[in-house]
């Protein structure tokens, strides 16, 4: 498994309603890992803070 394969699975957690102030979503993430822009893809998961309401297995927040 490969950077890319891992921040899919990442993005793929994020729930499809959150959005960063720019309006960025997991779709967005998305493409720009199909360019292999995976560089630019973590930097905008990483901005989709998801909050605790929406952390797997109530994680600390």
Known sequence: ???ADLLARA???VPAD???EAGVTRV???EY???DEW???LDLLADLDT???HRPFGGIC
């Open 11 to 13: 993005a793929a957690m």
């Open 33 to 35: 890992l199909h360019h």
């Open 39 to 41: 560089e630019v893809a």
């Open 1 to 3: 498994m490969d950077v």
């Open 28 to 30: 967005d993430v998305r």
């Open 51 to 53: 909050g605790c309401d």
């Open 18 to 20: 959150v959005a960063n």
